[in-house]
Antibody
Framework: QEQMVESGGGVVQPGRSLRLSCAASGFSFNDYGMHWVRQAPGGGLEWLAVMWFGGTSEEYSDAVKGRFTISKDTAKSTLFLQMDRLRVDDTALYYC?????????WGQGTLVTVSS | DIQMTQSPPTLSASVGDRVTITCRASQSISTWLAWYQQKPGKAPKLLIYKISSPETGVPSRFSGSGSGTEFTLTISDVQPDDFASYYCQQYNTYPWTFGQGTKVDVK
């Protein structure tokens, strides 16, 4: 069945880097815009970045532009989020999401904690 | 950036009630408005896209309406499974943005 599984979260010090992965299966990965969304503890949803279908372009929120980079490995149907210069306020549960009608398919999330 | 303002932040309801959640965009977003339901510890679930189109499998008691900058999500007959948080999202203009959320709890 269609699913996405995130990994790569953990505890990291401010200023350090982390790379998240989102492994997709059960659907044609390259046919959809693939997104990252995060949710701070007790908070709401925050859109972060998109890799357009076909991998032709990306967009970022102002909060992460210049620090985070979205990429993908089409052969492995895997989406990545390279997070550099992490800050305490980047602490959140990070989801990947597929855009079809809306965000119709989500992973279970991977927790990133930025703390000294 | 387009700001999405949801109201109310919290809504108390009883089973069988009709409830309405409002979402206001800071500028026109055409038809590109979606609604999500989220339960604690779970990923969001898409309910409605393009203002009023129900995602496959979503119960008919959920409906969306609105235009331009004012949108609503209505639950016509609240069921026990509906106590959750709800978010609107605009996907007209990058950066895509979500409302702050509305928690529907038991009265």
């Amino acid at each position: 069945q269609e699913q996405m599984v995130e990994s790569g979260g953990g505890v990291v010090q401010p200023g350090r880097s982390l790379r998240l992965s989102c492994a997709a299966s059960g659907f044609s990965f390259n046919d959809y815009g693939m997104h990252w969304v995060r949710q701070a503890p007790g908070g709401g949803l925050e859109w972060l970045a998109v890799m357009w279908f076909g991998g032709t372009s990306e967009e970022y929120s102002d909060a992460v532009k210049g620090r985070f980079t979205i990429s993908k490995d089409t052969a492995k149907s895997t989406l990545f989020l390279q997070m550099d210069r992490l800050r305490v306020d980047d602490t959140a549960l990070y989801y990947c999401a597929r855009k079809k009608t809306g965000f119709d398919l989500w992973g279970q999330g991977t927790l990133v904690t930025v703390s000294s | 950036d387009i700001q999405m303002t949801q109201s109310p932040p919290t809504l108390s309801a009883s089973v069988g009630d009709r409830v309405t959640i409002t979402c206001r965009a800071s500028q026109s977003i055409s038809t590109w408005l979606a609604w999500y339901q989220q339960k604690p510890g779970k990923a969001p679930k898409l309910l409605i896209y393009k203002i009023s189109s129900p995602e496959t499998g979503v119960p008919s008691r959920f409906s969306g309406s609105g235009s331009g900058t004012e949108f609503t999500l209505t639950i016509s007959d609240v069921q026990p499974d509906d106590f959750a948080s709800y978010y609107c999202q605009q996907y007209n203009t990058y950066p895509w943005t979500f409302g702050q959320g509305t928690k529907v709890d038991v009265k």
